[in-house]
């Protein structure tokens, strides 16, 4: 049964969005945990230095999510200031008021947790959502204590962005790690190296 007013938010870098985020996305879907999944993609990452702008990164989560039952945001990259989790919390609570909101977060990026801007306040505003590789478990002493969180199972694909990225940059065949319209538009636009 799908939470009524629960909103899921999916944030990264997306540099570039590939099949393995897409697949995690459709998993939650698929879930039913939630009413809406919002798709985030950072404009100015402050432990990240991607090498698209976020404009394209923007552009190509969109066009890798064109036909999914998703929300893609602009918020982050239409702000100035680094992006930070809590500043889009605190927007999406704005435009959803009578909303939960359930950040999800990838089971390697719990250990960088403590270091997030204003952890302690975005905790006592979302709920996390802790995404897991099959086989693995949430090692729960590096979660701060006071963070509200459950975790999915998920069979995550082995891709990241900086395979998908060195690929590109030598040449190599990407067509089984990002969607169509995304690897069009890393060659149309040059993006990674790509020739």
Known sequence: MTATNSIAIFGGTFDP????????????LKSGK?????????GKPWQKSPTASASNRLEMTKLALSEIDVEVSDCEVKRDTPSYAIDTVHDLHSLNPESSLTWIIGSDAIAGLSTWNRIDEMAS??????VLRPGHT????????????????????DISATQV???VSVGSDISDLVPPSVAAYIYEKKLYGAA
């Open 17 to 28: 969005i590939h099949n393995g985020h897409v697949h995690v996305i459709s998993e939650i």
């Open 34 to 42: 939630f009413s809406k999944l919002v798709i985030v993609p950072a």
């Open 125 to 130: 505003e979302v709920e996390f959502l802790i």
């Open 138 to 157: 949430v090692d729960q002493s590096a979660i701060p204590h006071f963070i509200k969180w459950t975790s999915i199972e998920i069979h995550a694909r």
């Open 165 to 167: 990225r060195e690929k």
